[in-house]
């Protein structure tokens, strides 16, 4: 078994574990972020995203899993971490 590298919630996060970013980009066009999530949104696991990202992938992962744009393991925010929460991170 691979070593856990990151913990949302319940979820255990290893580089094996799988991801499916939303293919529609959220982020706004002519930004940084906007042409990193393009590059990123391909990735499949989380190795993936570590390679594609290097510096800022938890950071990423975490605040693209809170808002919605991306499912781990297939399991969407709501399920992790509360429907409750997940209106509390989008009204911030």
Known sequence: MS???LKIG???ITPE???S???NNPKRPGTGIYSEYEKFKKCRTVGELQKAREKFWRADLKFDFEHGYVQIDGK???RIIGRKAMK???EK
């Open 88 to 90: 509390q991170i989008k």
């Open 17 to 19: 574990t799988k991801i």
């Open 10 to 12: 319940e979820l255990e």
């Open 76 to 78: 969407s925010p709501e």
């Open 21 to 23: 970013y939303d293919q």
């Open 3 to 5: 070593e856990i590298i």
